[in-house]
């Protein structure tokens, strides 16, 4: 401690506590409240600080709102964790079933304008897919036909053809093709194995951007009966 | 003795008799929780296990001083302020009775059987609805005082003085309800009593410890504060945004997400009212050699220590409540340290600083041993960083070495406050033998 202090009274604070020069308690209340009346009036000259107040509140509103959004997922009452890995929901299932039923509809709105939805084609133009030898057996036939197309002359259940099939599947999802072929392997008599999205995927992967087949080559790849 | 001090002796010698009381107390089972940390230690009674000194060390702390200490200290302030002459003063010490009553149970229950899971609810059932009935005889009378003031006038340490003690009534109050009388869901009771500790801290200690510097810079400097415009925007995002930094001490728990982010959030905008606080009072402590005349008078002494001390401790809890700091931080004697930073460096010095000018007011005497005033200073200044440091230090984990410097620096609080009770028995109670008259200064 020093020895301006040691002098003087202050270490031993009195009645009256801080001494002679300090404010009075009325006097003090006083000051504030004309200070605090007298600022809500701009007449009082112009400071800077209450904008730079305004700017600042600004700034860190804007943060609160960005941080809160940015790390809340969401505001869920069961999310806990921010480094969890985000469940997705909304995707579907993550297990593919074959559908017969969504097969059918999909059928209807892509293949029936020309096989007709009984399946039985029209003589000379569009082949039948009941009882056809194409549909049954190894699935990488129906798939490639569906995804590529096919063009040609063939035979098929003792009729002649020498039409053009275009690649329909080419706008279609590998699990929408998976139902239809699923469907189509399954209606008017056919009973073969249903079709899943990952074998579509891996044709289409295989395929690439090949154009039509002729029917040759597909029975080269995949003969009949098989 | 002027007309507002005079009804105000029995109830304020009361008070602050038992808060000083208190504090001795406190001292010694934070001394002895110390000492269990030590190689050598205590032995194994189970009654000085270190869990149960330290709990009972936090509540004889929390409760017992500072809470008799304001009860004390905000009547008198806000009598002063509004020229409040109490009528009923034997309400405040009947309140203050039963909560000493209270509390006494309460350290012995903790003692005894052990504390609770939650810090500063860990009480006998009974107890709460107690402590609550004798806070509203007994720590309402600010709001009494500010209703009736005679003028419109008002000024910040008002503000904060009625805010810290409506919020402590409000809080202590839900806490109760969901916590100990109908518990709600385990995260439920978890983010309450985050929030209970939360506002305990900030709003009822820091707030009034706040409304402290308000009125002694001034005072003590004779001058309007710096930008004293803001203080009410300081007032009112200090009051609105310190229960939302409660959920930041609850950030990897399982509590959700947006929850935590709401405390971190709370904790970040708790820089705005510390920058107009900083402004107003730090402003007006640094014009025209401010400093040294704060250095001068005993009580801004220690106020204006404290005053630092309150806004360095929310700047690192802003700072701690980032994630990946937070990851580092978070289950080690970094919040400890934090915690004496807030209570004890910064509340408890705003209270010392505040009691050196209401002590001789009231009591009419005055403080009798310089001597001990500055063992008083020293033994607390270098107890507190002592503590606080020894604390930071051992962030990477306990160590035998830092154990001994935070026991000598409880040793040395002890020791301050042993100078300061002593003192300020003497001039509660000698005060009234020899009346001096003195110069009514309002």
């Keep these: ?226 | 003795m002027s007309r507002i001090d005079a009804p105000l002796r029995v109830p304020f010698t009361l008070l602050f008799g038992s808060a000083a009381l208190w504090l001795t107390l406190a001292s010694v089972f934070s001394l002895l929780a110390k000492v269990q940390l030590l190689p050598s230690g205590l032995g194994a009674c189970e009654w000085f296990a270190h869990g149960r000194l330290e709990a009972a060390a936090r509540n004889a702390f929390v409760y017992g001083w500072a809470g008799n200490a304001l009860f004390a200290l905000n009547l008198w302030l806000l009598s002063q302020l509004g020229r409040f002459e109490i009528r009923n003063g034997w309400m405040a010490a009947i309140g203050g009775l039963f909560w000493n009553l209270a509390l006494t149970w309460c350290t012995v229950s903790v003692i005894v059987h052990g504390p609770g899971a939650y810090a500063l609810l860990d009480f006998p059932a009974g107890a709460g609805p107690v402590l609550a009935v004798s806070f509203a005889l007994a720590g309402l009378w600010p709001v009494v005082a500010y209703a009736k003031r005679p003028t419109g006038h008002n000024f910040a340490a008002q503000w904060f003085v009625v805010g810290a003690s409506v919020a402590f009534l409000l809080a202590f109050v839900l806490a109760q309800v969901t916590v100990v009388w109908a518990p709600a869901s385990g995260v439920v009771q978890a983010v309450a009593h985050s929030w209970y500790v939360r506002s305990v801290e900030l709003l009822w200690l820091g707030g009034s410890a706040l409304g402290f510097g308000y009125y002694f810079v001034s005072k003590v400097l004779a001058r309007p504060l710096h930008a004293y415009y803001l203080a009410s925007v300081a007032f009112w995002t200090y009051f609105l945004f310190a229960g939302w930094t409660a959920p930041a001490a609850l950030i990897g728990s399982p509590v959700p997400l947006w929850v935590q982010s709401a405390g971190v959030v709370g904790c970040v905008m708790m820089l705005v009212p510390v920058l107009l606080i900083g402004l107003n009072l730090l402003g007006a402590l640094s014009k025209e050699g401010g400093w040294s005349r704060a250095w001068n008078s005993t009580s801004l002494r220690f106020i204006s220590l404290g005053l630092t001390s309150i806004l360095a401790s929310i700047v690192l809890a802003a700072w701690s409540s980032d994630r990946a700091v937070n990851a580092a931080l978070r289950f080690t004697s970094f919040s400890e340290g934090q915690g004496v930073l807030l209570l004890y460096a910064g509340v408890t010095m705003c209270v010392f600083g505040a009691s050196y000018a209401a002590l001789p007011r009231v009591s009419g005497g005055r403080w009798p041993s310089a001597a001990a005033i500055h063992t008083h200073f020293w033994a607390s200044l270098l107890g507190a960083v002592g503590t606080v440091v020894s604390a930071f230090a051992q962030v990477g984990g306990r160590s035998p070495d830092w154990a001994f410097v935070a026991a000598g620096s409880s040793a040395l609080l002890l020791l301050g406050h042993l100078a300061f009770a002593s003192n300020a028995f003497a001039t509660l109670i000698g005060g009234g033998e020899s009346p001096q008259s003195h110069p009514a200064h309002d």
């Design chain 1, 1 to 226: 401690m020093n020895d301006r202090n040691r002098h003087s009274d202050r270490n031993r604070p009195r009645q009256g506590g801080p001494g002679p020069e300090g404010f009075s308690d009325g006097r003090l209340v006083e000051v504030h409240s004309h200070i605090a009346r007298d600022k809500q009036e701009p007449a009082q000259g112009f400071s800077m600080t209450p904008i730079f107040v305004v700017f600042l509140f600004c700034a860190f509103g804007f943060w609160a709102g960005l941080y809160l959004t940015r790390n809340s997922r969401g505001f869920s009452a069961s999310a806990f964790d921010l480094d969890a890995p985000v469940a997705s929901a909304s995707v579907g299932p993550a297990v593919f079933e074959p559908d017969a039923a969504k097969g059918e509809k999909l059928y209807l709105a892509n293949c029936a304008a020309c096989h007709q939805p009984t399946g039985m084609g029209l003589p000379g133009a569009f082949p039948p897919l009941a009882n056809s030898p194409w549909v049954a057996g190894d699935e990488k036939r129906i798939i490639k036909i569906i995804l590529v197309g096919m063009a040609g002359e063939v035979e098929i259940a003792g009729a002649k053809y020498n039409g053009n099939m275009p690649n329909v599947g080419a706008a279609l999802k590998d699990a929408q093709i998976a139902h239809i072929a699923t469907y189509v392997r399954s209606a008017w008599g056919n009973a073969a194995e249903p079709v899943m999205d990952v074998s579509v995927a891996e044709v289409r992967k295989a395929l690439g951007s090949r154009g039509q087949y002729s029917p040759k080559e597909i029975l080269e790849a995949h003969p009949l009966g098989k």
